[in-house]
């Protein structure tokens, strides 16, 4: 049997669709491309924004028309806030909301053996036998590095934000299963480990918090690294900048700011300012130097002025950047931010954007020039059609100029910059 998965959205979704493949390729199916034939597709949805939305029902209604003879699975977080429009849809299978995502395996296996109703259902299960972080640790389907999922949900509620809705409330998972997961990874000889979550620095089990579960992993032995996922700039420890200064830590973080202006991040309901976030960056930096930082902006929120978004732009240069995403306000109902009055015009926005992103390119390339003639220490991740690629210790994309196995880690002198499939990269030699 064949399964085709197709993911959208944030590292979150990324890991749970990995850990659901390798769970079907431990019970004998095979994984395709989602443009082959295969018996069933699973679509892991997104609704951060409209667009997430369109892209959303656009991956469903693929295999519902190419081959309307196959289970089509729809999960994640459109599922939980588009609930209404998936009934319209007919031929969807299955529907499984995010609390039983980890049931995904057993909810298909069970359809395909007639012993779900045929014409199903919403809410397959009771809420209350889904286990968010209940993913069996099983290697790796694809990518060489592995996310552990430590938390989700969320209780910020900014008022753009739809994901405390759509992902629930804040959980935190047990640092003993943490560690053990790691401890097995580590061992099966994975080489980087990726903590991901809503929120990561709003973790807490029992009063131990994210700085300690970094500290406790730390201590496991082995030769690989420790990556965060995104994180929020509040919340985190006045020391959390010591962290980095051991040597499995990578120097880098994703680092949300969304906006530069304080009148903006208020209104955003954002729990920090533009100088508490500068100050966290600069500590970043005085421990480790050259630490990089990439970032979400968001362009067009309610009210947004030019000026305040010309304070974005020049926090762009002044925070060093080494890459942002960029994202137009999108209204979602149900959040603060959609019933404000002084919504930015769709065309403003689109300016907005394309003006940041501009800026993010000229900044990204400007760094990566700079890493000519220095070294990084990449994991090789993957083969293209073209030479092995990974990433360096400083979430730089490296190809390199010769062969490499896949999950090694190279050193590696950067020998230039260039295009690679629409992105910057740089390239690469061993130093052996
Ligand atoms: S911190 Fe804010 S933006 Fe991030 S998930 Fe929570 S509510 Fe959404």
Not at 359 to 383: D, H, S
Request: some cysteine.
């Amino acid at each position: 049997m064949r399964v085709a998965f197709q993911t959208l959205g944030c590292r979150l979704n990324q890991f749970e669709s990995e850990a659901l493949a390798a769970q079907f390729l431990a019970k004998g199916w095979e994984t395709v491309e989602f443009h082959e034939e295969a018996e069933v597709y699973v679509i892991n949805t997104c609704t951060v924004t409209n667009k997430s939305d369109r892209k959303s029902r656009n991956l469903i209604r693929y295999p519902l028309r190419r081959h309307p003879e196959s289970l089509v699975v729809v999960t994640g977080c459109y599922t939980e806030s588009s609930r209404k429009d998936l009934e319209k849809e007919p031929g969807i299978g299955l529907v499984v909301p995010n609390q039983q995502k980890n049931l995904l395996v057993s909810l298909v296996e069970a359809h395909l053996g007639g012993e779900l109703p045929k014409e199903l259902p919403r809410d397959v299960l009771p809420v209350s036998l889904g286990n968010v972080f209940d993913y069996p640790v099983l290697p790796r389907v694809f990518h060489t590095r592995a996310s552990i999922k430590i938390q989700d949900g969320c209780d910020n509620f900014c008022s753009f934000c739809i994901i405390p809705q759509v992902r629930g409330r804040a959980q935190s998972r047990p640092v003993v299963e943490i560690l053990d997961e790691a401890a097995q990874l580590v061992k099966s000889g994975i080489k980087e480990l990726v903590l991901t979550g809503v929120n990561i620095g709003r973790y807490d089990d029992e009063g131990r918090h994210l700085d300690d579960v970094i500290r406790q992993l730390l201590d496991l032995p082995g030769d690989w690294r420790l990556r965060l996922s995104s994180l929020e700039p509040d919340g985190l420890p006045e020391n959390f900048a010591d962290l980095f200064l051991h040597p499995k830590m990578v120097p880098h973080l994703h680092l949300c700011l969304q906006s530069a202006s304080n009148r903006v991040l208020l209104a955003m309901r954002r729990q920090y300012t533009y100088e508490d976030y500068r100050n966290l960056v600069a500590r970043l930096r005085d421990k480790v130097p050259g630490f990089h930082i990439t970032t979400d902006l968001i362009v067009g929120f309610p009210g947004e002025t030019e000026e305040e978004f010309q304070q974005t732009c020049q926090s762009i240069h002044d925070l060093s950047f080494s890459h942002a995403h960029v994202f137009k306000y999108s209204r979602r109902s149900e959040t603060r931010a959609d019933r404000m009055g002084d919504q930015i015009l769709e065309a403003i926005k689109a300016e907005r954007s394309r003006i940041l992103h501009e800026k993010v390119e000229e900044q990204k390339l400007a760094i990566m020039n700079a890493w000519v003639g220095k070294t990084q220490r990449v994991l090789i991740e993957k083969f293209t059609s073209g030479p092995p690629c990974g990433w360096g210790e400083h979430y730089l994309p490296v190809v390199l100029e010769s062969d490499a196995v896949r999950n090694e880690f190279i050193t590696t002198r950067i020998s230039g910059v260039k295009h690679l499939d629409g992105e910057l990269v740089l390239t690469g030699v061993p130093l052996r």
